[in-house]
């Protein structure tokens, strides 16, 4: 069920096999920003008559100017695509006050729920500006195009709600919250994961119920992110090792695996379910292993044993088990000897 009176950003919601069928002739003149493929596989379904196609190169925010100030006069912005052509159309509804319309084509990563536009200021991610999509439109069958592990990934940073969570409240436990802690926040949370629980095989064979499932775990969760103002429910120390890691390493991974491994291993660290998390991950198929991220085993271990001093150094991260950890390096190589690599 999802609840879009509450503070959910999303005005309106479409969903079915073929959702964004004829949605062209609904809009005015809308033009529309995207990539090769997604664009490809919606624009005979869109039908309508765009004033203009951009395809996105970049999201650094001179690019995006520069883009925004040659558009024609329009009433709406359609995004279709993966996380990129997404915030790019929040950025120009934002920008010009248009109208928002958002058409994933993939569901590893949660733009099409956000408010913020996700751009690169100087080669640094910044989040601008606020946007609605009205409405949200996914069509399963264009979203079933995706390779079907990337739209698993998608369920990345709603299971990190597990350990994220558990860190929130031990900061609490601690005297350490940089937020109020609610105890409501952490049971709404809860109330996602078991919806996601009792869904995993369609999530995994990506039914419609196990599309629907990741959109409404976004959906669910800006109505306790939003009103917060913070994502401490779902950031946690899993995304800390994370952030160490594509330091160390200087590439970027797929968000939902690498979250995955996050949260391997800060189960552990945290003594919370490790065994039942792993194997709902398991379940589910999020690929999390380091072979599949192309981490190997030296680089991961450095990392696990660099954690706290890195998140020690940096003051804006919050308050998490990491903070007390003293993690050795045979707790370490125990914690990850069941990986591939
Ligand atoms: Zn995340």
């Given at each position: 069920?999802?609840h879009l009176k509450?503070?959910t950003?999303?005005i309106?919601?479409?969903?079915g ?5 004829g949605l062209?002739?609904e ?6 920003m995207?990539?090769?493929?997604p664009w490809?596989?919606s624009?005979d ?6 004033l203009e196609?951009?395809?996105i190169?970049?999201m650094?925010?001179?690019w995006l100017d ?6 024609p006069m329009?009433?709406t ?20 006050g248009?109208?928002l ?7 590893s990563?949660d733009?099409?729920t956000t408010?913020a ?18 409405p949200?439109?996914i069509d399963?069958?264009i979203?079933r195009?995706a390779?079907?592990?990337l ?6 940073d ?5 350990t994220?969570?558990?860190?929130w ?6 005297g350490k919250s940089?937020?109020?802690y ?13 919806m996601l629980y ?6 995994r064979?990506?039914?419609d119920?196990g599309?629907m ?7 669910d969760?800006?109505?306790i992110?939003l009103?917060a103002?913070?994502f401490?429910?779902e950031?946690g ?6 952030y ?5 390493l200087?590439?970027p991974?797929?968000?939902?695996y690498i979250?995955?491994?996050g ?10 379910s490790?065994?039942f998390i792993k194997n709902?991950?398991?379940?589910v198929k ?6 599949i991220?192309?981490?190997?085993k030296?680089?991961?271990l450095n990392?696990?044993?660099n954690v706290?001093s ?7 991260l919050?308050y ?8 050795t390096?045979e707790w370490a ?7 591939n690599f």
């Amino acid at each position: 069920m999802i609840h879009l009176k509450e503070n959910t950003n999303v005005i309106d919601l479409r969903y079915g096999q073929n959702a964004c069928e004829g949605l062209g002739k609904e809009i005015g003149d809308f033009c529309v920003m995207t990539m090769d493929i997604p664009w490809q596989v919606s624009k005979d379904k869109l039908e309508g008559t765009p004033l203009e196609v951009v395809f996105i190169e970049t999201m650094e925010e001179k690019w995006l100017d520069e883009m925004c100030d040659k558009l024609p006069m329009c009433d709406t912005v359609v995004g279709i695509g993966g996380g990129m052509a997404i915030d790019a159309a929040k950025y120009v509804s934002w920008k010009k006050g248009w109208r928002l319309v958002s058409i994933p084509t993939i569901l590893s990563v949660d733009a099409f729920t956000t408010p913020a536009a996700g751009i690169r200021r100087n080669h640094e991610v910044a989040y601008v500006g606020h946007a609605s999509p009205n409405p949200l439109v996914i069509d399963f069958g264009i979203i079933r195009t995706a390779p079907p592990e990337l739209n698993i990934a998608g369920v990345g940073d709603l299971l990190s709600m597990h350990t994220a969570s558990f860190d929130w409240t031990y900061a609490n436990l601690k005297g350490k919250s940089e937020f109020p802690y609610y105890k409501n926040s952490i049971e709404k949370a809860n109330r996602i994961l078991q919806m996601l629980y009792g869904l995993l095989g369609d999530i995994r064979e990506n039914t419609d119920k196990g599309l629907m499932a990741i959109v409404e775990g976004y959906i669910d969760l800006n109505t306790i992110c939003l009103p917060a103002g913070h994502f401490r429910i779902e950031e946690g120390s899993e995304h800390y090792l994370f952030y160490e890691l594509e330091e160390r390493l200087k590439r970027p991974f797929v968000h939902g695996y690498i979250v995955g491994l996050g949260i391997y291993v800060m189960s552990q660290l945290q003594g919370n379910s490790f065994q039942f998390i792993k194997n709902v991950m398991d379940e589910v198929k999020l690929p999390y292993h380091p072979k599949i991220l192309d981490i190997g085993k030296q680089d991961l271990l450095n990392s696990i044993l660099n954690v706290r001093s890195y998140v020690e150094s940096r003051p804006k991260l919050w308050y998490t088990v990491i903070n007390d950890s003293h993690i050795t390096k045979e707790w370490a190589e125990e914690a990850i000897k069941d990986l591939n690599f």
